[in-house]
């Protein structure tokens, strides 16, 4: 199996590829991959090779591909790659798939208004995965990029863990026992996983706390400017971010929040500018067009075969890029489609010249044929000599 760890892991709706290779010393039989059930022991699950589906296999001349697209933390467990002849097993491997949640955090994350001389309380919740072989989260309250530590004369930081069957939530909280001025500032909640099967991840939440004295005591209003402006920007074709700001304001001062809009676009389906077969090699030259998200992945639908998929090169966009596919086709006439994939999604057929038609003539049979017409003709001159 290839990647070779025993325990792989992803983040929940993450995507994984594994492929399975046939021993070199045993080329005869079928490669095929099972999900070991996690309810009857000893029974194995077969994964379909209806590509539609999230977890699914495709056959390769020696090999077997294992796709786990978009998967969900219930498709976590133990897969098995099973060499068979004849229902005879000759080898098997297998690998335990963990996917983990994103970390979640929650809080009192916007701006606090106290007192001076009052008590007050600030609350942080980390939500993730409960799995023994992981690192416990920490969690760290930080003030205007300083970390907070714990003084019981002014400041306390309480840690409560809340543990269920399959999540663990810390509820910290950083409390005051008497507000000054000096205590006013930004105060960040920040939590660390640290796993074993997975890059450290970071979540932070910004718990904004501003303290202002009794005499100074006044509402918080809130003034949205350029909203026309926000509305048109959403709908400009051109472009796939934009930045705006909200602006808050009262008579203490002026708070902005930036955020950023996001639109992707669904590719187009590409143009097959060329296409040949020749000696077990599939030649496409295809007309990358560019989008935002970039494509990242083509998918090469033969009729008659299993589906293709192949990484695009992004090399030239609006450019031919040629691809190079190892496979072995049938002679025949054989329909042919190609689709692009990115974030968003896959493209949809719009190609009026849809299903295009690969064809493969037989070099084994115009070798036969002209081997019986070397024969036939070795007949004639053997009895015409004989005559």
Not at 232 to 244: A, I, Q, T, V, Y
Request: hydrophobic share 35%.
């Amino acid at each position: 199996i290839e990647p070779r760890e025993k325990v792989m892991a992803i983040w929940n709706r993450q995507t994984l590829f594994v492929i399975c290779l046939k021993d070199v010393n045993q080329t005869d039989g079928v490669l095929n991959w099972y999900r070991v059930s996690r309810h009857v022991m000893g029974r194995h699950e077969p994964i379909d090779d209806n590509s539609q589906a999230p977890v699914y296999q495709q056959h390769g001349p020696d090999s077997v591909k294992l796709f786990l697209v978009n998967v969900p933390k219930r498709n976590s467990g133990f897969y098995e790659c099973r060499h068979t002849k004849d229902n005879k097993v000759f080898s098997s491997d297998k690998f335990e798939l963990k996917v983990y949640n994103s970390i979640e955090m929650d809080g009192n994350k916007y701006t606090n208004v106290g007192t001076e001389g009052d008590a007050f309380a600030m609350l942080c919740f980390s939500k993730f995965d409960s799995d023994r072989e992981a690192t416990e989260v920490e969690v760290t309250w930080i003030r205007n990029n300083s970390r907070i530590v714990d003084d019981d004369n002014h400041i306390r930081v309480r840690t409560r863990v809340e543990q269920s069957v399959s999540q663990k939530t810390i509820r910290s909280t950083l409390g005051f026992k008497r507000l000054v001025k000096k205590d006013e500032g930004v105060y960040t909640c920040e939590s660390v996983y640290a796993n074993p099967f997975l890059a450290d991840a970071m979540s932070g939440l910004d718990v904004k706390h501003r303290i202002i004295n009794t005499k100074n005591l006044s509402v918080l209003s809130l003034e949205y400017e350029n909203i026309g402006k926000i509305v048109n920007k959403l709908n400009d074709p051109n472009g796939h971010s934009r930045r705006f700001q909200c602006k808050a304001r009262n008579t203490i001062g002026e708070e902005r929040i930036t955020f950023e809009v996001n639109v992707g676009t669904l590719p187009k389906q590409p143009i097959l500018a060329n296409y040949s077969y020749e000696q077990g090699v599939l030649h496409l030259t295809v007309n990358d067009t560019r989008v935002e998200p970039p494509i990242d992945i083509y998918k090469l639908e033969i009729s008659d075969i299993q589906h293709i998929y192949l990484n695009a090169s992004n090399r030239s966009p609006l450019a031919n890029n040629t691809y190079d596919i190892y496979v072995e086709v049938p002679s025949g006439q054989h329909p042919m489609m190609i689709f692009a994939h990115n974030p968003v999604g896959w493209s949809v057929r719009t190609d009026p010249n849809d299903p295009q038609v690969l064809t493969v003539s037989s070099a084994a049979v115009s070798q036969q044929s002209l081997w019986m017409w070397f024969v036939m003709i070795a007949s004639i001159v053997s009895l015409v000599n004989a005559v």
